[in-house]
């Protein structure tokens, strides 16, 4: 098994066991790869929840730039909800987990298709 074949279990692992959600695989697979290089670094591969400029990173970077919405309040709402599914004390919410939650809550599956 590869090293991004592990992580993706651990990710499917999370969504299972901390958010309740069954993942779809190959969509997870597709966010993960997606992701890049930032997997497997062990700062990139978490977002710090509690950080406003992280989350405003994921906002610009992720939601605007790769799945295209357009800037608004249900931005900030949608990363608040997805937040609150993996649970806010939760230490470490890997990005993988994060960005297929976001892609699921805003219908953005086409995307990766």
């Not at 190959?26 to 591969?45: E, H, N, Q, R, W």
């Amino acid at each position: 098994m590869s090293k991004r074949d592990e992580l993706i279990a651990k990710y499917a692992d999370d969504l299972k066991s901390k958010c309740g959600v069954e993942p779809d695989m190959d969509l997870l697979t597709k966010v993960t790869i997606g992701c890049g290089p930032s997997i497997y670094d062990a700062d990139a591969s978490t977002v710090a929840s509690s950080q406003p400029g992280e989350l405003e990173t994921v906002k610009k970077n992720f939601l605007i730039g790769k799945l295209g919405l357009s800037d608004g309040p249900d931005l900030d709402a949608g990363l608040a909800k997805v937040i609150d599914i993996y649970g806010s004390s939760e230490r470490n919410k890997y990005r993988a987990v994060i960005y297929y939650l976001l892609v699921k809550h805003f219908g953005k599956e086409a995307v990766y298709g």
